[in-house]
């Protein structure tokens, strides 16, 4: 009845017809969000800004495009062995400087503290982590300090070597991850891989820097400090420099 009393010059079409055009719609505004968002991940890896301003810019872009609601990035130092956390930032750069605080204070940490980064290296795949509470990929406590509902781990690759890992986190309420999301997440890293492969670099630079610092400076004081006590308080603070570690003590057998 619909057919016969369509008006003149007006065609019908049928579900099957009407499925296939929505898919290609729907397709078609989909490659033109990950266009866009491989367009600001690139803007952002490119930008004149310094390293740190960069992280923020890149992970706050990262989590905007892949629609979920925190990104972090951690990097590996292969060098000694450490994780280093990076920047972290929420979508639309909701403000939580507790949370991102708490993320800075984690410190370079080593590679068997952190099971995650240790499966990525091994798999060489994204790791979907549904239940962040019960799993045994985190490091004991970060689901509850973190409030991790769900999180995706996509690992980050310079020259065929995992150098990096970017976490994709719900913290509001658990959702899972589409396979568009993890193919987009997946995408849009190997965008940010090259400029992070400058950060690490830059970030080992800066250890050797720290490092021959803290030997100079202790040097310097056992040669010419003219007290026990600052000599032995370099030593503690070389100690902790050199080797990572939260404290260093100096005991003196008198």
Same mark, same amino acid.
């Given at each position: 009845?619909l057919?016969?009393?369509?008006?003149?010059?007006?065609?019908?079409?049928g579900?099957?017809?009407?499925?296939?055009?929505?898919?290609?719609?729907?397709?078609?505004?989909?490659?033109?969000?990950?266009?866009?968002?491989?367009?600001?991940?690139?803007?952002?890896?490119?930008?004149?800004?310094?390293?740190?301003?960069?992280?923020?810019?890149?992970?706050?872009?990262?989590?905007?495009?892949?629609?979920?609601?925190?990104?972090s990035?951690?990097?590996?130092?292969?060098?000694?062995?450490?994780?280093?956390?990076?920047?972290?930032?929420?979508a639309?750069?909701?403000?939580?400087?507790?949370?991102?605080?708490?993320?800075?204070?984690?410190?370079?940490?080593?590679?068997?503290?952190?099971?995650?980064?240790?499966?990525?290296?091994?798999?060489?795949?994204?790791?979907?982590?549904?239940?962040?509470?019960?799993?045994?990929?985190?490091?004991?406590?970060?689901?509850?300090?973190?409030?991790?509902?769900?999180?995706?781990?996509?690992?980050?690759?310079?020259?065929?070597? &995992?150098?990096? /890992?970017?976490?994709?986190?719900? #913290?509001?309420?658990h959702? +899972?991850? $589409? @396979?568009?999301?993890?193919?987009?997440?997946?995408?849009?890293?190997e965008?940010?891989?090259r400029?992070?492969?400058?950060?690490?670099?830059?970030?080992?630079?800066?250890?050797?820097?720290?490092?021959?610092?803290?030997?100079?400076?202790l040097?310097?004081?056992?040669?010419?400090?003219?007290?026990?006590?600052? &000599?032995?308080? /370099?030593?503690?603070?070389?100690? #902790?420099?050199l080797?990572? +570690?939260? $404290? @260093?003590?100096?005991?003196?057998?008198?």
């Amino acid at each position: 009845e619909l057919v016969a009393a369509k008006p003149a010059g007006v065609e019908v079409i049928g579900a099957g017809a009407l499925d296939m055009f929505w898919r290609l719609l729907r397709d078609k505004v989909a490659a033109e969000r990950q266009l866009k968002a491989q367009v600001d991940v690139a803007a952002a890896v490119g930008s004149t800004l310094n390293m740190s301003q960069q992280a923020v810019v890149v992970t706050r872009t990262l989590a905007e495009a892949c629609g979920v609601d925190r990104c972090s990035i951690f990097l590996y130092e292969d060098e000694d062995g450490l994780v280093n956390p990076l920047e972290s930032q929420f979508a639309g750069g909701s403000p939580n400087e507790p949370m991102r605080r708490a993320f800075k204070d984690l410190g370079r940490m080593k590679l068997r503290d952190v099971p995650f980064f240790y499966e990525i290296i091994e798999r060489r795949t994204p790791i979907e982590i549904d239940t962040p509470s019960a799993t045994p990929l985190l490091p004991q406590g970060w689901a509850e300090l973190f409030e991790f509902k769900s999180v995706l781990v996509v690992p980050i690759f310079a020259a065929e070597r &995992v150098v990096g /890992a970017c976490l994709l986190d719900y #913290a509001r309420k658990h959702r +899972a991850f $589409t @396979a568009e999301q993890v193919a987009l997440a997946a995408t849009l890293v190997e965008h940010v891989a090259r400029g992070f492969e400058n950060v690490n670099v830059y970030h080992r630079a800066e250890m050797r820097a720290d490092k021959l610092t803290a030997l100079s400076t202790l040097t310097r004081l056992m040669t010419a400090a003219p007290v026990d006590t600052q &000599v032995f308080h /370099a030593v503690a603070e070389a100690a #902790a420099v050199l080797l990572w +570690a939260a $404290t @260093a003590r100096v005991w003196v057998d008198d």
